[in-house]
């Protein structure tokens, strides 16, 4: 793990070293005997390291005879030195129990944004370290949270390379690519478990957000290709503590929040988190309100089993905000940032609740079982303008619309993970099924004014008519809304895998895995205000049913211990809409990804280079069937003759290059196009709208460590957006007639400035965003133009605390 700020470390910290042959293996324990996990362990001297897994264990391999220092990290904890001999291969046996003196909590260990080559990443399941993935990892921690003062999700992945901020539609649904690839609502996890993300996903709890790119299919099923993202939050602990903050900034901005921890029992851990939300917008009219409590539990049931209990549990209400719209299908800049398009009593309304149980069982040292359990419930209540397109003379039509939506899912998963030797070769092996069930309820209502009805179709009346250049006169009365019907979607599915990383040698390792996922929805069903209920006309009648494999297979060549190459092909299936000429459903397309990639790291450590190169290739792309006079007679009708790419380019640098100096940095690109169509279709080799070619990211912290400003910390953030493709994607029919659907949105860069002071259990950090006011845009096709926010302040002061 990198390093992090702790004042007041705590507890005392129990090392075990036993004799192993050839190499050395140990486990760290806290003074209670608690194993402490992702701790890290550098042999000093050799530039090695490594993370303690669940249990405490480590293990460093075909070390030579000698006498060795190990160093230990982990939050919380004082650093421990001990010494160890290594004589004939094997390692002295070392028990230490380690009570730490007033002077060693005096200590100041910055955790910072070091390597994560060496530790185990949640999201990949199998308990393996960074290094052994041949797959781009990539994770942001605690300390870069807090230095940036994130408030929700989408503020965290601005350092992630490759993964950018697609659009942002009515200003409360964020939508994410990667690789070219939209991250829809399957990629993003919480603990390991689907999430929800249409509400904006809240960032006070994250200890840590995990970013695998590419396919993860194998490991998750029904997945884009672009990335996985999975969330994992702050855990309970077994000695008290705990952080009080308050957050404000520009445009009345106001955040606090509470966060404790501690035991209840010698077996029994809780942790408390809470905060509330309250924010005006640089945007006329715009507000935003939201509270969010997260708790949870921490079991030790036996020495090998434990149980974690996870819940939380948002209410969010946001102004729907689609921005400044385009007029006649282009930006307009001299709108400006503020002026806000929707009806001033708009309303967008959520709650959003999660339960996560999780067990956790050893049998040995080699096997592990790992069950969860997860429930989610999401409701949206909205009211209000849908889209924002503006004729050429500046009118525009207020069409309404009034939703609901109850969603209500469920996810099951078991995994069993071994280490076991066949004939001297060591297998990492992991087999597991999971399994998910969603109910989806969407309520549509007419909208009454004085008798007409109103709405979105574009036939009936509309709700006010305004021109943008005129302001002035706008209606504020709500109309009356009444139910018309609602329409419920199931989808079901479920899958088994298995995958075994194979070191042939210390150099040179497999990884090798295949999964068979079945997802199954059935017909929608409609339920109309006098509670008849009927299904939707599907052709062909009856549940749509997708299967597909997932092979896996790459191979890690590690020369030395601080590099590793790799090279590897995976896939992951797309579901299909529609049907073929027969009328029976359409399957899945088969994707097809290829990467090459480097992970290094060097100073110690203290420094980590990773970067990558991939294909994704869809050899099945479904598009609709041309009838003989060339015209498109059923948009449902489907055949495979379509291919698309998307090839790209990625590098990472982060580390912590002296005490207190934090860098990170990122640089992507990325083309995604369709380079085979039909001859009514997309355009070929032409950049596909939402994917975004370059981004790039740079952030440098430091916080001094002597003197009279000890404490005293400075830092600087840059994001860089390249120029992207909005509106639609042409079509070659669109070309030929001289027509072009797409908007290109210009490059913009971000540049923040942040500084703060720490003194014994308070820090105070401000931060100046966007200092030269850069002016640009996040858009949804050509209706929902968001504005970036302008230059902006904002400060946390913090208190910590903590009982030893």
């Not at 409609?526 to 509670?531: A, C, L, P, V, W």
């Not at 279709?681 to 994917?691: H, I, L, T």
């Not at 860069?749 to 965003?769: H, P, Q, R």
């Amino acid at each position: 793990m990198g390093l992090i700020l702790s004042l007041g470390l705590v507890g005392a910290m129990h090392l075990d070293v036993s004799a192993q042959s050839k190499g050395l293996h140990g486990r760290v324990k806290t003074k209670n005997g608690v194993p402490i996990e992702s701790a890290t362990v550098t042999i000093m001297g050799l530039g090695k390291s490594t993370s303690t897994s669940s249990d405490g264990s480590f293990q460093f391999s075909n070390l030579p005879d000698g006498t060795y220092t190990l160093r230990i990290k982990s939050i919380g904890n004082a650093i421990t030195e001990q010494k160890v001999t290594v004589k004939d291969g094997k390692a002295s046996t070392v028990n230490i129990a380690m009570n730490i003196s007033e002077s060693q909590l005096e200590q100041v260990e910055v955790l910072g944004y070091n390597s994560h080559n060496n530790q185990t990443v949640h999201v990949g399941k199998a308990g393996i370290i960074d290094k052994d993935l041949p797959q781009s990892v990539q994770i942001i921690n605690e300390q870069v949270i807090a230095d940036q003062q994130v408030n929700r999700l989408s503020d965290a992945l601005k350092n992630a390379n490759g993964v950018a901020l697609g659009a942002n539609r009515g200003g409360v649904n964020e939508n994410f690519y990667a690789r070219g690839y939209s991250l829809g609502a399957n990629n993003i996890f919480k603990n390991g478990i689907r999430t929800n993300n249409s509400a904006s996903i809240e960032a006070s709890t994250l200890e840590s957000i995990e970013i695998l790119k590419g396919s993860a299919a194998l490991l998750y099923g029904g997945v884009s290709g672009g990335a996985v993202i999975n969330m994992v939050t702050k855990k309970p602990k077994f000695n008290y503590g705990g952080e009080v903050s308050f957050r404000t900034g520009s445009y009345d901005f106001y955040k606090p929040t509470v966060d404790v921890y501690g035991p209840l029992s010698n077996t029994v851990a809780f942790r408390l988190i809470g905060t509330y939300e309250n924010a005006k917008s640089f945007r006329d009219v715009v507000e935003n309100k939201r509270t969010y409590v997260n708790p949870s539990l921490l079991i030790k049931a036996s020495e090998k089993t434990e149980i974690e209990i996870n819940g939380d549990y948002m209410k969010a209400n946001n102004t729907p905000d689609f921005g400044i719209g385009t007029i006649d299908g282009k930006i307009d800049q001299s709108i400006g940032r503020k002026r806000f398009l929707n009806t001033v009593w708009a309303f967008n309304n959520t709650e959003q609740a999660n339960f996560q149980t999780a067990l956790n069982h050893k049998f040995n040292d080699n096997w592990k079982l790992n069950i969860a359990l997860g429930a989610q419930s999401y409701n949206r209540d909205y009211f209000g303008a849908e889209r924002v397109q503006i004729q050429a003379n500046g009118d525009l039509n207020i069409a309404l619309n009034k939703t609901r939506s109850k969603e209500i899912t469920m996810n099951q998963q078991v995994n069993l993970t071994g280490k076991f030797y066949t004939a001297g070769i060591k297998h990492t092996i992991l087999v597991g099924a999971d399994a998910d069930q969603s109910d989806v309820k969407n309520f549509a209502f007419t909208i009454s004014d004085k008798g007409n009805v109103i709405g979105v179709d574009g036939k009936t009346k509309v709700y006010d008519l305004i021109n943008i250049y005129q302001p002035g006169g706008e209606r504020t009365d709500i109309p009356d809304a009444f139910f018309k019907n609602s329409t419920r979607t199931d989808i079901y599915r479920s899958g088994v895998f298995v995958q075994d990383l194979i070191e042939l040698s210390e150099k040179f390792k497999v990884l090798a895995g295949v999964r068979y996922t079945y997802q199954k929805t059935p017909e929608s069903r409609i339920i109309d205000n006098q509670g008849n209920h009927t299904l939707t006309e599907n052709k062909p009648a009856g549940p749509k049913i997708d299967k597909a494999w997932s092979p896996k297979f790459g191979l890690i060549y590690q020369p030395i211990s601080s590099s590793s190459i790799f090279v590897t092909y995976a896939s992951n299936f797309e579901a299909n809409s529609g049907y073929d000429r027969e009328y029976r459903s359409l399957g899945p397309s088969i994707i097809d990804q290829y990467e090459f990639g480097v992970k290094n790291e060097f100073m110690n450590g203290r420094l980590t280079a990773n970067a990558s190169v991939y294909r994704i290739k869809n050899n099945r792309f479904a598009q609709a069937i041309i009838s003989e006079d060339g015209t498109i007679k059923d948009a449902l009708m489907k055949e495979f003759t379509g291919e698309t790419a998307s090839d790209g380019v990625e590098l990472d640098l982060r580390g912590q290059l002296t005490e207190g100096l934090n860098i990170i940095a990122g640089y992507s690109y990325n083309f995604r196009r369709y380079t085979k169509t039909s001859e009514m279709g997309n355009a070929e080799e032409e950049r596909q709208v939402g994917s975004t070619p370059h981004t790039a990211n740079g952030t440098i912290f430091y916080t001094l460590q002597n003197g009279s400003l000890k404490g005293l910390k400075l830092g600087f953030s840059s994001f860089y957006t390249g120029r992207r493709n909005a509106g639609w994607n042409n079509t070659k029919a669109n070309i030929r007639d001289g027509v072009n659907r797409l908007i290109s949105v210009s490059p913009f860069t971000t540049i923040d400035f942040s500084a703060g002071y720490g003194y014994k259990n308070w820090s105070i950090l401000g931060k100046l965003s966007n200092i030269t006011n850069a002016f640009n845009y996040y858009i949804h096709e050509n209706y929902s133009v968001n504005p970036i926010p302008p230059r902006g302040f904002m400060a946390t002061l913090s208190y910590k605390f903590e009982k030893r």
